[in-house]
C-alpha cells in the first residue's frame, strides 16, 4: 500500500534531498505539530532568544554555503527576530524561515497568537514572504522560497504555515535544478576590459559578494593579469582578497572624502561584489576624482541602478571575474610600490592596560593561517582590519547590518559548519551582551569554539563618532558606560570555559596556551581581555 504524505513528510523530505538536516528554532506552541515524529536523520538547534535562533542560522547558512532552515514561533518570535533578518538581509545570507500561524478554522476570530499581517511583517527585509492559501500548498512554498533564498542575491525568504497544516495530505516535492548563474552583458564586459587595459593606474575594490560567489580565485587572477592595486570596500562583511599579497592596498574608508582621497592616484576603478560605494557619514564632492573612469560589476539590479556614476553590470561574480580576465590580456605596465608595513603595537607599560592594537597583533602571531576570525567589536574595527590581516577564502565573518547581536549567535553557526577550521571570534563587551545566550547552545553542541571579548568597559564606537556629530571634544556621551559585568562569570553560568587576561600577563603566552587547548576541547573557550 503507498504511503499517504501529509505536509509535514513532504516538508522534511524537501529538506533532506537539499541537504538540510538543521532546524533552527526557538519552539512555541503552533510550531508543535512540526515537531511531532521528528525525524531521526534531522537536528534541532535551540537558541534562547529569536534572534540568536537566526543569528546562528546566519552563521551556519555562510559556512556551509546552503540555506539555514529556521523555525520561529508567530508574530511574537519573527517582531523578537526581526533586527537578526535584517542582518541576515544585509549580509545576503540564504535562509527559509517558517513561522508558526493559528489553525486557519480560528483564522476568522482573531485568536490568541494570530498573526494578522503575517508575510507583511518581515518586508521588506526578506526577498519573498507567502502564507499559502491551502494546506497542500506549503511544501511547493517552501520549495519556491529554498530556490528564491538561493537565486543572487541571496537573502532570507519566510513562509507562515498554520498549525493544522502540517497533518493535511500533501504530495511529495522533488528538488528541481535551477540555474543561479546571471551572465552579464557581453558588451559591456569589452568595454570594461577595454578600458582597464587603456589606463595607466588601475584599481579594483572587492566586495562581500566576491567572497559570497566563490570568486576569490579569479579576482587574484584578474589583479595579477592587470597588475592592479586591490582594495576592499568600506563596511566589508566578508574577506575577498588576502590582505598580505602584495598587491593589496587596504580598506577603503566609509567616508566619501576620504575614499576619493584613498582612490585619486588611479585613473580606473573596477569595483566587484560591492556599491560604489557604501558610506556613513556624509560627504561632499564628487564620488571619484574628475577624469577617472569607474566600472561596477554586481549580482544586485538596485545596487546598479542607484549606483551614482561609472559603467554598470550585473551578473554573477564568479563568472562575471572569469569572463573578464579572459579579455584581459597580462599587462606590462610596473606594479603598484608595496605598502607601507603596520609599525608594531607596543606592549603595555607595568600597570597599563593593553591597547586593542597589542591584543589583535599578538593573537595574529598565535592564529593558524586557515584559522576563521568573526569579528564585531565596532571600535576595534579599524584595528583589526591593521593588525589581525585575513588570508583566506571564507576567512572573516562580520555584520554588514551596523547593528549589534549579529557575533556572539553567528560564532555558533560558523563554528558548527567549520569543523576542519577554528573559528575564533572577536567581540566587543557592548556588542556581547546582545546575545551572550548563544554560549548555552554552543556548551550543549560541545563545539570547539574561542571568544574573544575586548573589555573596555563602553560602547567606545559612540564615542569615536562623537565628535563627527557635534559632541565637543571629551564631552560624555550618554548611555555609553558599561561598569560592573563580569564575562568569566556570565561564560561559566553557560557552562563554558573562561579566563580573564590582565595587563601583568605574559599575552603571547596565555593566547597561545589557550587557542591551543580550545582547538582540542568539546567546549567553548571565552577569554575576557582588558583594553585600554
Request: with cysteine; net charge neutral; charged share 20%.
Amino acid at each position: 500500500m503507498a504511503k499517504v504524505f501529509c505536509v509535514r513528510d513532504a516538508v522534511y523530505g524537501f529538506l533532506r534531498e537539499a541537504g538540510i538536516r538543521h532546524v533552527f528554532g526557538n519552539p512555541g506552541s503552533t510550531e508543535l505539530p512540526f515537531f511531532r515524529d521528528f525525524p531521526s536523520d534531522f537536528s534541532y538547534v535551540l537558541g534562547l532568544h529569536e534572534s540568536i535562533v537566526v543569528g546562528m542560522a546566519d552563521g551556519h547558512a555562510q559556512a556551509s554555503r546552503r540555506p539555514s532552515f529556521v523555525n520561529l514561533h508567530s508574530a511574537a518570535g519573527v517582531g523578537n527576530a526581526m533586527g537578526a533578518i535584517f542582518t541576515a538581509f544585509k549580509n545576503h545570507t540564504p535562509m527559509v524561515i517558517t513561522a508558526g500561524q493559528q489553525a486557519r478554522s480560528m483564522l476568522p476570530y482573531d485568536p490568541f497568537l494570530y498573526s494578522e499581517r503575517a508575510t507583511e511583517l518581515p518586508r521588506p527585509y526578506v526577498k519573498w514572504a507567502a502564507e499559502p492559501a491551502r494546506a497542500e500548498d506549503v511544501p511547493r512554498a517552501i520549495a519556491r522560497a529554498y530556490h528564491v533564498a538561493m537565486m543572487p542575491p541571496r537573502g532570507p525568504v519566510l513562509v507562515s504555515v498554520p498549525a493544522d497544516d502540517w497533518d493535511r495530505p500533501a504530495e511529495p516535492v522533488p528538488l528541481r535544478a535551477v540555474s543561479q548563474a546571471v551572465r552579464p552583458d557581453a558588451g559591456l564586459l569589452g568595454r570594461m576590459a577595454e578600458g582597464m587595459g587603456a589606463c595607466e593606474r588601475p584599481a579594483i575594490v572587492v566586495g562581500d559578494a566576491v567572497d559570497r560567489a566563490g570568486a576569490w580565485e579569479a579576482v587574484l587572477d584578474l589583479a595579477g593579469r592587470q597588475r592592479a592595486r586591490v582594495y576592499a570596500a568600506p563596511m566589508s562583511g566578508r574577506c575577498s582578497f588576502p590582505e598580505d599579497h602584495p598587491l593589496f592596498g587596504g580598506i577603503l574608508p566609509a567616508m566619501r572624502d576620504a575614499l576619493r582621497r584613498q582612490l585619486a592616484g588611479h585613473d580606473a576603478v573596477l569595483v566587484l561584489g560591492a556599491p560604489a560605494f557604501t558610506y556613513h557619514v556624509e560627504g561632499e564632492g564628487p564620488f571619484v576624482e574628475p577624469g577617472t573612469a569607474l566600472f561596477l560589476i554586481v549580482d544586485e539590479p538596485d545596487t546598479a541602478a542607484w549606483a551614482p556614476v561609472g559603467l554598470a553590470a550585473v551578473g554573477s561574480l564568479r563568472e562575471s571575474v572569469q569572463e573578464l580576465a579572459a579579455l584581459s590580456p597580462h599587462s606590462a605596465r610596473a606594479l603598484p610600490p608595496p605598502r607601507a608595513p603596520v609599525p608594531a603595537a607596543a606592549p603595555p607599560h607595568a600597570g597599563e592596560r593593553m591597547s586593542i592594537a597589542y591584543v589583535l597583533q599578538t593573537l595574529s602571531e598565535v592564529r593558524r593561517r586557515d584559522d576563521v576570525i568573526l569579528e564585531e567589536a565596532a571600535s576595534a574595527r579599524p584595528v583589526l582590519q591593521r593588525y589581525l590581516p585575513i588570508y583566506e577564502s571564507h576567512g572573516y565573518y562580520a555584520c554588514s547590518s551596523g547593528g549589534l547581536g549579529f557575533g556572539m549567535a553567528a560564532a555558533v553557526g560558523l563554528a558548527m559548519g567549520n569543523r576542519d577550521r577554528h573559528v575564533i571570534g572577536v567581540v566587543g563587551d557592548g556588542s556581547s551582551m546582545y546575545a551572550f545566550q548563544a554560549l548555552w547552545t554552543a556548551a550543549q553542541l560541545r563545539l570547539p569554539l574561542t571568544l574573544i571579548i575586548l573589555r573596555n568597559r563602553r560602547y567606545a564606537a559612540l564615542e569615536h563618532f562623537a565628535p563627527v556629530f557635534g559632541f565637543a571634544e571629551g564631552e560624555r556621551v550618554p548611555g555609553t558606560a558599561l561598569p560592573g559585568l563580569d564575562f568569566v562569570k556570565l561564560a561559566q553560568a553557560m557552562d563554558c570555559d573562561a579566563r580573564r587576561i590582565g595587563g601583568e600577563t605574559d599575552l603571547r603566552a596565555a593566547l597561545d596556551a589557550a587557542i591551543g587547548s580550545a582547538r582540542r576541547a568539546e567546549r567553548p573557550l571565552v577569554l575576557e581581555i582588558e583594553v585600554a
